[in-house]
């Protein structure tokens, strides 16, 4: 049983989730929560394509975690179609509740009611605590990524 709304997230959510986004080493690098704007922009691109679900986990009426769901059809494995989730956060007060499992619940239950035959996720090397977070939960760390800044 759950104490908390998952829904899809709107503009007033945006400096809870731009927070938790930041609330780490790596983020706080990257991230900008004094320039709002950008954010709001991605929102809105977000919100129009409809394979693109960024979402948040409301308690008490207090955003308390987020991620994204993308959804991408493909040609390789015979045309499937697969998911991706990626930004996962919870809230710094909410960390070992529970929350980050059923956000992830429910990503990979969204999912299969779209049809997805593979979730796939990539994190940070350096995020140890959540590669075996991401294990318990039976994802393989199957592969290795590459990025390319541009």
């Known amino acids: 049983m759950t104490d908390f709304e998952i829904r899809p997230a709107v503009a007033g959510d945006v400096p809870a989730i731009v927070g938790m986004l930041a609330d780490d080493p790596l983020g706080a690098q990257r991230e900008s929560p004094d320039d709002l704007a950008p954010y ?5 691109r977000l919100s129009s394509d409809p394979h693109q679900h960024l979402m948040v986990a409301v308690r008490e009426g207090r955003v308390v975690g987020t991620l994204q769901l993308s959804v991408i059809p493909g040609l390789s494995r015979r045309g499937s179609t697969r998911s991706i989730i990626e930004g996962v956060r919870v809230h ?27 979730v796939q996720l990539t994190s940070d090397r350096t995020r140890t605590d959540a590669h075996r977070f991401y294990e318990r939960l039976g994802f393989e760390a199957s592969h290795l990524g590459f990025k390319l800044r541009l």
Do not use: H, K, M, V
């Not at 709001?40 to 809105?44: D, R, S, T, V």
């Not at 070992?96 to 999912?111: C, F, N, P």
């Open 40 to 44: 709001l922009a991605a929102l809105e």
């Open 92 to 118: 710094s007060d909410e960390r070992g509740s529970g929350l980050g499992t059923q956000l992830i619940e429910w990503a990979i239950d969204a999912s299969r009611r779209q049809g997805c035959q593979l």
